[in-house]
T-cell receptor, first 113, second 115 residues
């Protein structure tokens, strides 16, 4: 099974500042990579995914992520955050051809005015 | 399009009681799964199913049972609730394996407290 490490549990950030959330995974086999967002008291919503092709992936709400195979990382970035980006963010990984997702512990982003 | 529907949204149980968390999807997805979410631990897979009549254990299956008699429904049963099962439970579905099928759609969650 995959092991997923989200390096920051809490990230406070001011409105309109950039943010980066770091994610590393364990496996060297081919993988699919995902970032999900969870707003307070809601389910998880897909932000973006890497399946193949370009290593820079763009998602919803201005987020993007870069897949780095040599470093087994999939870091999430947004150049300018809004108050509405306050949420918990989860990195998830599955082996290609497998159904199962392995999740990181989550990063709580708090955006302040 | 309802997506993935979980019921109930909230539940309080006494230790030793049993209950069933319901999950239904209307997207004709093959793959369904149950996760529990605990602070600082992310989501952990309890059980999953790759189609009607086929289920398997995930990372934390003890104390839970599942069945999949139809494509749409995937109930999770707590046989004898324990305080350690206090958690938020999420059901998810996806079309299946393969490069374009792996996006998981999640329900809104069931917040369970065992006292």
């Amino acid at each position: 099974a995959q092991s997923v490490t989200q390096l920051d549990s809490q990230v406070p950030v001011f409105e309109e500042a950039p943010v980066e959330l770091r994610c590393n995974y364990s496996s060297s086999v081919s993988v699919y990579l995902f970032w999900y967002v969870q707003y307070p008291n809601q389910g998880l919503q897909l932000l973006l995914k890497y399946l193949s092709g370009s290593t820079l992936v763009k998602g919803i709400n201005g987020f993007e992520a870069e897949f780095n195979k040599s470093q087994t990382s999939f870091h999430l970035r947004k150049p300018s955050v809004h108050i509405s980006d306050t949420a918990e963010y989860f990195c998830a990984v599955s082996d290609q051809g497998d159904y199962k997702l392995s999740f990181g512990a989550g990063t709580t982003v708090t955006v302040r005015a | 399009n309802a997506g993935v529907t979980q019921t109930p949204k909230f539940q309080v149980l006494k230790t030793g009681q049993s209950m069933t968390l319901q999950c239904a999807q209307d997207m004709n997805h093959e793959y369904m799964s149950w996760y529990r979410q605990d602070p600082g631990m992310g989501l952990r897979l309890i059980h999953y199913s790759v189609g009607a009549g086929i289920t398997d254990q995930g990372e934390v299956p003890n104390g839970y049972n599942v069945s999949r008699s139809t494509t749409e429904d995937f109930p999770l049963r707590l046989l004898s609730a324990a305080p350690s099962q206090t958690s938020v439970y999420f059901c998810a579905s996806s079309r299946g394996a393969g490069v374009w099928n792996t996006e998981a759609f999640f329900g809104q969650g069931t917040r369970l407290t065992v006292v």
